[in-house]
C-alpha cells in the first residue's frame, strides 16, 4: 500500500518570496508518477506538476519546481515568487501502475502580502 | 468544453434519503475514480473504474454503489443516507499521465 505524508499543515510565505512544500511517500513499486495538486477555495483540483520517478531531472513548470529525491522517497514543491493567487491546499500524489491516486492530507498555503 | 462535469454542485438531503451523484467526462479517458474529500480536506480514494469494469473498491459501507454505463460516466449511487456522508466527493478521470478533477460536489446530509 502506498502512504503520503505531509508534514506542514500550514505554511505561510509573502509575496514575491519562495517556499517549500514537503512530501515523503512509501512505495513498493519502481516505475510511478509523482503529481503535486492545488486546491484553491473553489474547491477545483488543479494539477500543479509532475514527474517521473524513472527521470533524474527535477520537472519544472514556470514558477513550480519539485526536489525529487527517489531513494529517500521525498518530492518537495517549490514556488518561487509567490502570489496572492498561489494561496490552496496543496496535495501531493504518487501514482503506481494500479494507477491509484492516494493523497497526502495536504498543506494550506497562505501568501501575505 | 468541461473535461471532467459532476452533478449537482450542491445537495442537501435528509438522512435517510437516496441520492445520485453524476460523472462524465469528454477525454477519452479508460479509468475514472470517485474521491472523498473530509471536513479535514483528507482525499480518500472510494472507487475506480477502467473502461466501465470495477478496479478499485477501498473500504467503503455497502449503501455506496458506483455504477459505470460507459466509460465516459461513472455515477454514484448512495442509500440510506447518513450524517457522516456529508463531505465533498470529487470525480476525476485519467491515467498515469496526468488527472482531471470534477469541481466537486458538496453533499450535506441533515
Known amino acids: 500500500a502506498q502512504t503520503v505524508t505531509q508534514s506542514q499543515p500550514e505554511m505561510s510565505v509573502q509575496e514575491a518570496e519562495t517556499v517549500t512544500l514537503s512530501c515523503t511517500y512509501d512505495t513498493s513499486e519502481s516505475d510511478y508518477y509523482l503529481f503535486w495538486y492545488k486546491q484553491p477555495p473553489s474547491r477545483q483540483m488543479i494539477l500543479v506538476i509532475r514527474q517521473e520517478a524513472y527521470k533524474q531531472q527535477n520537472a519544472t513548470e514556470n514558477r513550480f519546481s519539485v526536489n525529487f529525491q527517489k531513494a529517500a522517497k521525498s518530492f518537495s514543491l517549490k514556488i518561487s515568487d509567490s502570489q496572492l493567487g498561489d494561496a490552496a491546499m496543496y496535495f501531493c500524489?504518487?501514482?503506481?501502475?494500479?494507477?491509484?491516486?492516494?493523497f497526502g492530507t495536504g498543506t494550506r498555503l497562505q501568501v501575505t502580502l | 468544453d468541461t473535461a471532467v462535469s459532476q452533478t449537482p454542485k450542491y445537495l442537501v438531503t435528509q438522512m435517510g434519503n437516496d441520492k445520485s451523484i453524476k460523472c462524465e467526462q469528454n477525454?477519452?479517458?479508460?479509468?475514472m475514480y470517485w474521491y472523498k474529500q473530509d471536513s479535514k480536506k483528507f482525499l480518500k480514494i472510494m472507487f475506480s473504474y477502467n473502461n466501465k469494469e470495477l478496479i478499485i473498491n477501498e473500504t467503503v459501507p455497502n449503501r455506496f454503489s458506483p455504477k459505470s454505463p460507459d466509460k465516459a460516466h461513472l455515477n454514484l449511487h448512495i442509500n440510506s443516507l447518513e450524517l457522516g456522508d456529508s463531505a465533498v466527493y470529487f470525480c476525476a478521470s485519467g491515467r498515469a499521465g496526468g488527472y482531471t478533477f470534477g469541481s466537486g460536489t458538496r453533499l450535506t446530509v441533515v
Open positions: 477525454l477519452g479517458h479508460d479509468t
Open positions: 500524489d504518487p501514482v503506481g501502475t494500479a494507477s491509484k491516486l492516494t
